[in-house]
């Protein structure tokens, strides 16, 4: 089953506002991706996390490796119409392991 | 560069049948993860190969088997095919064990 948690689970939002979305876990992992996926697409990795309390930007993305390692954090500023998407977190809790996926944040533009 | 692609890119099959799916990696990356998503959910891992050897399976049957090519490129194949066996195929390749991963497109599988 799915160790990670994403909330909110969708969210609707206006065109320029800024998105917060975070993902949980009662487990350290030691790396964290982000990525979105868009229908009938493959997810696309926007950003990686390698350290505790780590703040990574792309663009008007920016994410965060949570200080106690069971967290991470996304905000999207100013949206538009393309950040339409299902943003998924990945987790990786030590060397060797595979990555876990959370169950994803569906996020709605309205314009 | 080329990025990952993955082979078909639909596909029905009849319960029972035997299926393979087919992912090229990105240039200079030898490891390829395979992952299965049903509708509304997240990527599940099925297994992983690194430099033609399984490293890693997660929670998923033997019918379920895969091979990794001396070019890197991978193949997944399912046995035996189930209704639940339905969902998009995802395959990542990554530079090494625990790197970042790059996703293809998918392959989506239809079970009748």
């Known amino acids: 089953g799915q160790q990670l948690n994403q909330s909110p689970q969708s969210m609707f939002i206006q065109e320029g506002e800024d998105v917060s979305m975070n993902c949980t876990s009662s487990?350290?992992?030691?790396?964290w991706l982000w990525y979105k996926q868009e229908p009938g697409e493959g997810p696309v990795l926007l950003i990686a996390?390698?350290?505790?309390?780590e703040l990574t930007s792309n663009g008007r993305l920016t994410a965060q490796f949570g200080i106690t390692r069971k967290d991470s954090f996304l905000n999207i500023s100013a949206s538009i119409p393309s950040d339409v998407g299902i943003y998924f977190c990945?987790?990786?809790?030590?060397?060797?392991?595979?990555?876990?996926f959370g169950p994803g944040t569906r996020l709605s533009v309205l314009p | 560069e080329t990025g990952v692609t993955q082979s078909p890119t639909h596909l029905i099959k009849t319960r029972g049948q035997q299926v393979t799916l087919r992912c090229s990696s990105q240039?200079?990356?030898?490891?390829v993860s395979w992952y299965q998503q049903a509708l509304g959910q997240g990527p599940q891992f099925i297994f992983q190969y690194y430099r033609e050897e399984e490293n890693g399976r997660g929670n998923f049957p033997p019918r379920f088997s895969g091979l990794q090519f001396p070019n890197y490129s991978s193949e997944l194949n399912v046995n035996a095919l189930e209704l639940d066996d339905s969902a998009l195929y995802l395959c990542?390749?990554?530079?090494?064990?625990?790197?970042?991963?790059?996703f293809g497109p998918g392959t989506r599988l239809t079970v009748t």
């Open positions: 487990s350290i992992f030691n790396t």
């Open positions: 996390l390698y350290k505790a309390g």
């Open positions: 240039s200079g990356h030898n490891t």
């Open positions: 990945a987790g990786l809790r030590n060397y060797g392991q595979n990555f876990v």
């Open positions: 990542a390749s990554s530079l090494a064990i625990s790197n970042e991963q790059y």
